[in-house]
């Protein structure tokens, strides 16, 4: 019983190893990723997008990568912009109703 313990223990060490190792190589691989991008460019939605546009074809080198995570940054700027301008108008248009129906009551 003490032998098959200790095969299935060092079999279970053996994939814990193995998945350590996988662990590593893709840290060194992460690292020499970020060593050629910017420090602008280290976010995780950052990275994260860049590495879709690679693993989708739409960029095939970092700096296509870049230009289209400027581009894409810039339309969420857009949008939320857009969004905010949205808000204010409602509420002003709110407030204008609040100050109608207030001047009605008196």
Known sequence: MGIILSKKSRAKSKATEQKFDEEIVQLIQDAKVLKILPTDYWSPVALEYMIDLLD????????QCADKYEEQVHRWAL???TAEAARYAESAS??????ALGAWLR
């Open 56 to 63: 989708k074809g739409r960029a095939t080198a970092w700096a």
């Open 79 to 81: 949008e939320t912009n």
């Open 94 to 99: 709110q407030a204008a109703t609040w100050a």
